[in-house]
């Protein structure tokens, strides 16, 4: 969701939260994967040499931060877009049906995605491949660009031609490339992102003057979570969504990130009040909150991000009871020493060492911290360290002034940053040779397999910035 509400009222902090999100998602995607990189360069489940899945194998990495941190975001943004609707006087079925609206964009771009993915194991001519993946890209910019006509139903027209071109090219997909689409093919982040958008909203809007009732919500979906995992039989009774003919479209676990979603709408909350409370005095929120800066202020956010990072050591090399250890010394002393002197940052901060500190406990019963297959552990874990990195960008944003420019630009447009490399890098610099170059110098050097992920991530965020600049969003 955009947040942008005006120059003065824009909290940068969110947007540069999901900036960092997609910069690592695309990182990560396009480190080169025979560079012989160590294992936390990956998912923690899918480990070198071979990356074969391993649910068996516990921890987490730097990778396995990349979709809880855009979930978060994602949650603290459904504040600044629902509640402008509702101050509006927007009625409260039309603001449903705009969310209702936004999950159908979401599930068809998802399935779109999918079988653009599937188009590249065609056999035909792979320069037909790379102009059917540019094609498809430009289809995708007509459909969803949300454009600024002076005739609204120019814009409409516009929107409609992408999606009769999209249309086309799936005819042509299977006609010319011999790759049938498939409903059932489809890209699952974007896909759980639907649904977490759909009903974190839902339930954001149901409890909106009550932070303990969706903190009740939250207690709920992590107590089913839990059942699930230690008593599955206990929800035999729920429908099989295969045999229902709908596991193309939805599965249950979805709805288990809602978790991390719903602890960020919390901590969206929680800026958004103070941004409310700081604009009648116009104050810019760059200024919101804004103490004087003092060493133990400081020397505190530095603690909270090291513990954030600290995690990463301990969760993957399996140190947990050091792990717990050190974060709970770091959360008492850091509650300790702003008790008294509460502000935004700091309140947010110790919601993520709560949620953190409950992660950990959960690791042992869990058999180990894993995204894949998700457990307790990880939501609970990767939401704590969501908040805290949340109330350190805040702390610099409102002390320091950080904007992280790149970054929040970014984060602003995330479906484009999302599918540039994919279907514009990709394409272009392998039909040049560029690309295949690359990987060649980088088979077998680590250095050359991060310099190759840092190379297309650069590329993605300038032609992400681009549009962002020029004020060219897609609907997301």
């Known amino acids: 969701m955009n947040t942008t509400t005006s120059t003065s009222s824009r909290i940068a902090t969110i947007d540069i939260l999901r900036g960092i999100a997609i910069f690592g998602m695309i990182l990560c995607a396009n480190i080169g994967w025979e560079s012989r990189l160590p294992a936390w360069m990956f998912h923690a489940q899918v480990p070198p040499p071979d990356y074969v899945f391993r649910p068996d194998v516990p921890g987490i990495t730097w990778v396995d931060l990349v979709f809880p941190f855009f979930l978060f975001s994602m949650g603290a943004a459904f504040p600044f877009a629902l509640d402008k609707r509702i101050r509006s006087g927007q ?59 002076r005739k609204e139903r120019l814009s409409t027209l516009v929107n409609i031609s992408g999606v009769a071109l999209t ?48 903190w009740m919500v939250f207690i709920g979906i992590g107590i089913i979570k839990g059942i699930t995992a230690y008593a599955p039989g206990v929800f035999a009774f729920l429908p099989d969504v295969d045999s229902l003919g709908i596991g193309w479209i939805f599965r249950w676990e979805f709805l ?32 919101m909150d804004r103490p004087a800066i003092s060493r133990k202020d400081t020397w505190l956010a530095n603690l909270v991000i090291l513990t954030v990072c600290f995690q990463l050591w301990g969760l993957f090399t399996r140190h947990v009871t050091a792990d717990f250890a050190v974060s709970a010394v770091s959360a008492l002393l850091f509650i300790t020493m702003t ?42 874990t990767t939401a704590g360290m969501a908040a805290m990195t949340t109330g350190f960008l805040i702390f ?29 890098t990709s394409p272009v610099l392998y039909g040049a040779g560029l690309l295949g170059l690359i990987d060649s110098w980088a088979c077998g050097s680590p250095f050359m397999g991060i310099v190759r992920g840092l190379f297309v991530t650069g590329i993605m965020m300038a032609i992400t910035v681009f549009f962002t600049r020029k004020r060219i969003f897609w609907r997301s």
């Open 91 to 149: 009625p409260a079925g039309k603001t449903v049906l705009g969310l209702v609206k936004r999950w159908a964009i979401l599930v068809a771009f998802s399935i779109v995605l999918g079988n653009g993915y599937a188009a590249r194991s065609s056999e035909v001519n792979r320069y037909v491949i790379y102009g059917f993946q540019l094609l498809l890209w430009g289809a995708m910019f007509l459909s969803l660009t949300r454009f600024n006509f």
């Open 167 to 214: 249309a086309v090219l799936a005819v042509i997909q299977h006609t010319v490339l011999d790759v049938p689409f498939s409903k059932g093919r489809s890209d699952i982040i974007i896909m759980v992102l639907a649904y977490v958008a759909l009903t974190g909203g839902l339930i954001w809007l149901a409890t909106r003057k009550s932070v303990i009732y969706r």
């Open 256 to 287: 288990q990130y809602l978790m991390i979603a719903l602890a960020g709408s919390v901590v969206g909350d929680m800026i958004l009040a103070r941004r409310n409370e700081c604009l009648p005095a116009g104050d810019q929120c760059g200024n």
């Open 339 to 380: 008790y008294r002197k509460r502000n935004l940052w700091s309140d947010i901060a110790a919601i993520g060492y709560i949620l953190l500190l409950a992660g950990i406990v959960f690791d042992p019963i869990d058999g180990g911290i894993t995204k894949d297959h998700c457990n307790l552990s990880y939501l609970l």
């Open 396 to 424: 610099m944003e409102t002390c320091y002034g950080m904007k992280a420019r790149l970054l929040s630009e970014c984060g602003q447009n995330p479906m484009i940053a999302y599918t540039v490399t994919n279907f514009i």
